[in-house]
């Protein structure tokens, strides 16, 4: 009787299993298919690629390469040409808004009367006034609750309070406390500039990492060489926020002061042009603290290069 040999299948290591019901030769052929299919896809994604470069490119040279100073302010200087040509046209009552040409004979003559400039150097004084006491008492107050437990307990939820105050609401306060004179004023600037200044020195306080710290002890640092070289340093971003804010608050507090009870500052200047319908020294007095609060901008910014040159964020570049 013969015997019946059953062929017996010898796997290997290369080659894959197959699933029930698939035919040997389709694997290979979905492979070739799906090998030639990754090809286009790749090969469309570069030529994706290299039409949006060339677009991107075309785009570029359609732009005139002006310098940046020229195109942030090529967006005023078009603001203020419709103005003017609208204001020429008839289309504004210069009783109820003078044109940009008023304005600036405005100017020119309260200049060549001296008027200007007396009142706006009484606005800084008060400005700076105010702001260096502000200021000086937010640090203060922010260090002692940003390195003291007790002075947190103490000051944070006191400042949490004072800061939900609207500072114009203190007026009527302010004028009992210290009369009509100069005072009132300089008070109500600090009192609108130190709570800014507070929050975000103690946030820039307790926002310091602390691997810094942990990292400093390792090296040696005592409680005051952590608070010299790492604390105080990591909260200088946190402390430039809060001067920004305070610079501003500044200017908006100073407008409102100086149209009550004040014989001098750009506000009674805008208050006096009001009896008389001067619609062209209300703008003026206007577009003044606008530059006066930009300049104070550019300050801050000045500074933050300065001091934080350690630190380089997203340009949007």
């Not at 790749?42 to 060339?54: D, P």
């Not at 307790?206 to 710290?213: C, D, I, K």
């Not at 003044?288 to 340009?315: N, Q, S, T």
Request: net charge positive.
């Amino acid at each position: 009787m013969a015997s019946t040999t059953v062929p017996t299948a010898v796997p290997t290591a290369a080659a894959p299993e197959l699933a029930p019901g698939t035919v040997p030769g389709a694997q290979a052929s979905a492979t070739l298919v799906d090998a030639s299919t990754l090809s286009r896809s790749s090969r469309s994604a570069r030529s994706a690629r290299s039409a949006r470069s060339a677009r991107s490119a075309r785009s570029a040279r359609l732009w005139i390469p002006l310098p940046r100073g020229v195109r942030r302010l090529a967006g005023p200087v078009l603001v203020l040409l419709s103005w003017q040509a609208l204001g020429m046209l008839g289309q504004i009552n210069p009783r109820i808004l003078a044109t940009p040409g008023q304005v600036i004979s405005a100017a020119w003559q309260l200049t060549r009367d001296g008027e200007l400039q007396s009142n706006l150097l009484a606005s800084l004084q008060r400005v700076v006034e105010g702001l260096a006491i502000g200021v000086s008492l937010g640090v203060l107050l922010a260090v002692l609750a940003g390195l003291f437990r007790l002075g947190e307990d103490l000051v944070d939820s006191t400042m949490q309070v004072i800061r939900a105050l609207p500072a114009l609401g203190l007026l009527p306060l302010v004028i009992i406390w210290f009369g009509v004179g100069e005072a009132p004023k300089i008070a109500l600037v600090a009192f609108a500039t130190a709570c800014p200044v507070y929050v975000n020195t103690y946030a820039g306080i307790r926002g310091v990492e602390n691997r810094l710290v942990e990292a400093g002890r390792v090296l040696g640092l005592g409680r005051a060489g952590l608070i010299r070289h790492v604390i105080l340093p990591g909260a200088v971003p946190g402390f430039l926020i809060g001067l920004r804010f305070a610079l501003t608050s500044a200017w908006l507090v100073m407008i409102i002061a100086e149209q009550l009870n004040a014989t001098s500052g750009i506000g009674y200047l805008m208050n006096q042009a009001q009896a008389w319908y001067r619609t062209d020294i209300i703008v003026l007095g206007l577009l003044i603290y606008g530059l006066l609060g930009l300049g104070a901008d550019g300050l801050v910014r000045l500074l933050e290069r300065r001091l934080l040159v350690w630190r380089r964020g997203f340009d949007g570049g």
